[in-house]
DNA sequence: TAGATTGTTAATCGATTAACAATC
DNA sequence: TAGATTGTTAATCGATTAACAATC
């Protein structure tokens, strides 16, 4: 699609840009310079610009930036025009948390399945989806082939999971278990969430304050 | 405590050497080599080395590191053995999952309280803890000083808690709103977790394998 | 001792910031 | 046109990697 070797750095920033236009746009805002979005976010002027640029001029001389343009154009940067089929694997507190929790629509995706081991759970409805018997898995896939998973599940049950997901065509993960995903395959996405990492680092960094 | 600048780069690695190295030592391991535990990480032994060298010496030369000493050292350099005080703020899904599924204790935390402006929450237990109503806040702080804060409220709720709590003395947020805690306030310590923003960039990352 | 591996310095690489010519 | 602000190149800064002498 865009153009490779965007280094992972800018990638990063994109949702960031992408909430606060938003926020600027539902406030009325039309326009805004570098500068001036600098000061709101943090950053310096040059950096939103590099960033930006990277993928096209979106500004104008003398003008700055078109607020909802740039949103739109960030938002398809980062393929939130494009849904992707998404399935939870497992619905503990936080598979629970995460589907109820999120806005998949207006990230990306699109929340098709939830999958569980645990039979008392199968049947009931999450988010107007029944849960589904993790041994239905294979199945659903092949038939509604899922692009990307959300995986709740404790890191022993994640290998396993993953290898089969993975056969199953399954591109990208939102991995909360502590299951090395990244490690272990190659050719896919995956973004970590450790909250006891974060946890750790924010003890270090109270301790550390100053 | 530790010298000051040491990079944000660093700490963020620590937790990760931490979490395999307990893995190393379950598995019955006693010493290992930069370049045998670069292997396992997917990292430089180089960089494994400069990291650790930031806080002292921990190996020895021709043998490698002891592994539950480093360990040990590491939980130490993060705070782990000097639990700080946390307390929830908002009890949703999210808030609940939170409580439920992380292990505050291992992670330098002790949860002491939970708090919700919703009426019907209040005096349900929660991991032990009964939810108090954000109202009782002022005044449980002031006789227990939590050192810090999660917060799993709406972005609208937290600009004025987090205010209220910046001035009872919470020194750290674990912020999971889309209030921007870090650009308002200076001299405390936070860790965002966004899951939206995590979600937008697997997006991208999965449009763009290859 | 000889071999292995650290601690540490130097080299490289990448990301951020500064500067400014192009241009709206 | 004059003023403002971008797009983009060059300079700086920081982080990662490589190399190797010190040493267990």
Redesign the interface.
């Known amino acids: 699609?865009?153009s490779?070797n965007?280094s992972n750095s800018v990638?990063?920033r994109?949702?960031?840009y992408?909430?606060f236009l938003g926020e600027l746009k539902s406030e009325g805002m039309t326009r805004i310079s570098s500068k001036e979005l600098s000061n709101k976010?943090?950053l310096t002027a040059s950096q939103i610009r590099q960033d930006l640029n990277c993928f096209g001029g979106f500004g104008q001389q003398g003008y700055g930036y078109n607020i909802e343009l740039l949103q739109g154009e960030i938002g398809r940067?980062?393929?939130?025009d494009?849904p992707?089929r998404a399935i939870l694997i497992g619905v503990?507190?936080?598979g629970?948390?995460?589907a109820?929790?999120?806005?998949?629509e207006?990230?990306?995706?699109q929340l098709i399945g939830a999958f569980d081991k645990r039979e008392a759970l199968v049947g009931q409805i999450l988010r107007n989806m029944p849960i589904r018997h993790i041994s239905s898995l294979d199945e659903f896939c092949r038939e509604n082939l899922p692009?990307?998973a959300i995986l709740c599940i404790p890191k022993d049950a994640a290998g396993a999971v993953t290898e089969q997901l993975i056969k199953l065509g399954v591109?990208?993960?939102?991995n909360f278990s502590?299951y090395d995903l990244?490690?272990k395959h190659k050719?896919?996405?995956v973004?970590n969430?450790?909250?006891?990492?974060?946890?750790?680092?924010?003890?270090?960094?109270?301790?550390?304050?100053?």
Not at 100 to 104: G, I, Q, S, Y
Not at 171 to 174: A, I
Not at 193 to 208: A, C, E, P, Q
């Open positions: 699609m865009y490779r965007i990638i990063k994109l949702p960031r992408y909430r976010m943090g940067i980062l393929g939130l494009t992707k503990g507190n936080l629970r948390a995460v109820l929790h999120v806005n998949f207006s990230k990306g995706f692009t990307a591109k990208g993960f939102l502590h990244a490690m050719g896919i996405a973004e969430v450790h909250f006891g990492d974060r946890l750790m680092t924010l003890s270090y960094n109270i301790d550390n304050l100053e």
